[in-house]
Nanobody, 122 residues
Framework: QVLLVESGGGLVQAGGSLRVSCLAS????????MTWFRQAPDQKREFVGG???????YYADSVKGRFGISRDNAKNTVYLQMNSLKAEDTAVYYC????????????????WGQGTQVTVSS
């Protein structure tokens, strides 16, 4: 059974930084695509950034240069480092994985965490 647990969300001022984590069990994160999505109220879930099983990194244009994804294989955890946060980054952040190829579409992911709330005050 694959289980993903996000943590590290919270309230931060605009311009600040926050790191959210995704701890996986039942799956080795280095062997599968691991991707971050977010969903703001009344908005569709959108792609933020992802890490392919081959180590490729991908980011949405809206976060490129501000957000970074990393992986700690020993802890079986993937991180999303968020810098220079803006009010429009406010959302619930989810990590997801699948059994196939890396994708930007949330429809292509089979396993999801419960999400962690990130709120950026302006």
């Amino acid at each position: 059974q694959v289980l993903l647990v996000e943590s590290g969300g919270g309230l931060v001022q605009a311009g600040g930084s926050l790191r959210v984590s995704c701890l996986a069990s039942g799956r080795t994160v280095s062997n599968y695509p691991m991707t971050w999505f977010r969903q703001a109220p009344d908005q569709k879930r959108e792609f933020v950034g992802g890490l392919s099983r081959y180590g490729g990194l991908y980011y949405a244009d809206s976060v490129k240069g501000r957000f970074g994804i990393s992986r700690d294989n020993a802890k079986n955890t993937v991180y999303l480092q968020m810098n220079s946060l803006k009010a429009e980054d406010t959302a619930v952040y989810y990590c997801a994985t699948n059994d196939g190829s890396w994708s930007r579409s949330p429809d292509d992911y089979d396993y999801w965490g419960q999400g962690t709330q990130v709120t950026v005050s302006s």
